[in-house]
């Protein structure tokens, strides 16, 4: 079986602060890091033994937090990177860890989603970071919430990427016609792919991806079909793949985040992200340049 995972453990804590997140500067206790240390490890472990079982896997983590400031994250995109199994491994991030472990990545198989946060980095520390994964040859993409006071710092970024990194703006939903069409015209000049992300997506009963191919995992095994839903289909240590997978339509009236309607099959998405869909990626864009 060909199966795309999202992996979300115990983890809640960020060295960020950012005002619309609930996890900014947050600060987990040992008991709950050590947690989402040994669920990360035993995760690890069954994505491992599913080479014999025959599937072909996909892994995306994409944690409360951030990941890569912790060493077993760093060690689970090194392992998982090297599975003949397993297609793709990519991780949403600030970029704000050491950079040393990716020269132990498989480039070929590792991939970031990285996330600029103005106001929380400088822009010169980012671009660096950005810099030396781009050196590393890891393929990523680049991006960040398009409120407007971030207007002048995404435009800069965009300005002093290398022309083949895609930066994507995400749109910012938190307010009904929060944007002009002039501000539109000017996000869709950094970001090609803007609109795409700035509607939300019927999606009550349609057809979708997730829960037959696309699995949301939490930390102890809990199984969803998406992340927002809150539905439990099972769990993935006693159940597996075979046990999971089933065709069911969407239980949400709108979806309008990317990491849930790109596996929408009547959006076609996969027609534009190609094999980078997991993180971001289109095609022609985010591919190192050698």
């Known amino acids: 079986m060909k199966a795309v995972l999202y992996y979300r453990g115990s983890l809640s804590s960020c060295n960020y602060d950012c005002p619309y997140c609930p996890f900014g500067k947050t600060k987990d206790s040992a008991a709950t890091l050590a947690k989402d240390r040994d669920q990360l490890a035993a995760f690890v472990d069954w994505v491992t033994a599913q080479g014999e079982a025959g599937h072909r896997l996909s892994i995306f983590f994409n944690p409360y937090g951030e990941g890569l400031i912790h060493r077993w994250y760093r060690e689970a995109m ?5 599975l003949e199994h397993v297609d793709k491994v990519a991780i949403q991030t600030n970029l704000s860890a050491r950079l040393d472990f990716t020269s132990e990545l498989n480039p070929a198989k590792a991939a970031f989603w990285a996330t600029y946060h103005p106001g929380q980095v400088r822009g010169e520390r980012f671009l660096a970071q950005c ?3 781009y050196r590393r040859g890891i393929p990523f993409s680049v991006g960040s919430v398009g409120i407007r006071s971030a207007f002048p710092a995404i435009a800069s970024l965009r300005a002093a990427l290398p022309e ?11 307010r009904t016609d929060y944007y002009t069409a002039e501000d539109i015209t000017f ?8 609109q795409i992300n ?4 019927d999606s009550l009963g349609a057809r979708c991806n997730a829960g037959s191919s696309v699995f949301y995992v939490q930390g102890p095994g809990l199984v969803k079909r998406c992340y ?3 539905g439990v289909i099972g769990n993935l240590y006693r159940d597996g793949l075979e046990g999971l997978a089933a065709e069911r339509s969407c239980r949400m009236k709108v979806c ?3 990491i849930g309607y790109i596996h929408m099959p009547e959006l076609g998405l996969e027609q534009i992200y190609g094999s980078g869909l997991l993180e971001r990626i289109p095609y022609g864009a985010g591919r190192i340049v050698q």
Request: hydrophobic share 40%; with cysteine.
């Open 164 to 174: 083949e990194v895609y930066l994507w703006v995400n749109a910012f939903k938190d």
């Open 131 to 133: 810099t030396e994964v």
């Open 256 to 258: 309008d985040c990317y």
């Open 198 to 201: 700035a509607v939300d997506y």
């Open 187 to 194: 996000l869709s000049s950094i970001d090609p792919h803007f």
């Open 228 to 230: 927002k839903d809150r």
């Open 78 to 82: 090194v392992t998982l990177s090297h």
